[in-house]
């Protein structure tokens, strides 16, 4: 593999480039998971102002590509700052371990994938997520990101 494409832009990743992240933002009832992002893509979604909004989906229009590939990132920048709060990472620290896990992708794709999904989902960033989420029960967290695509 000599190169990938970055998942919010769609942007050519060189080989040894890129940011590993793991978006916990739900698309369509499905978590969207491992996600790989150009530098300019890692720029504007992960930054402390970033961090501090507090993200509200609004509705796109099925036929307005453009604000509904505008409105998945902010979904993603969400999610992506979701798992790095739970691992007590501020943005900087986050991007860092993101480019650490993209230098693990490169050297062996199949196991930085799952080496991706298990840092940033493992045990320790749940139970941090867990003690700053809303009262409201995943479930209908799930059901809000689903009206958010209607």
């Not at 867990?130 to 799930?142: D, F, N």
Request: charged share 25%.
């Amino acid at each position: 593999m000599t190169s990938a494409v970055c998942d919010a832009c769609s942007a050519t990743i060189n080989k040894g480039g890129g940011y590993a992240f793991y978006s916990s933002a739900q698309m369509m009832g499905m978590t969207v998971g491992n996600m790989f992002l150009c530098e300019a893509c890692t720029s504007s979604m992960v930054n402390e102002k970033a961090f501090s909004k507090r993200f509200a989906p609004t509705a796109v229009s099925p036929g307005d590509m453009a604000a509904m590939r505008e409105a998945m990132n902010a979904a993603n920048a969400a999610g992506i700052a979701e798992r790095c709060r739970a691992h007590g990472l501020s943005a900087d620290e986050g991007k860092a371990k993101a480019r650490e896990l993209a230098r693990l992708y490169w050297r062996d794709p199949q196991g930085g994938g799952e080496a991706i999904k298990k840092f940033w989902t493992s045990p320790a960033a749940k139970a941090a997520g867990s003690s700053q989420a809303s009262a409201k029960s995943p479930r209908s967290r799930e059901r809000r990101w689903w009206e958010f695509w209607k």
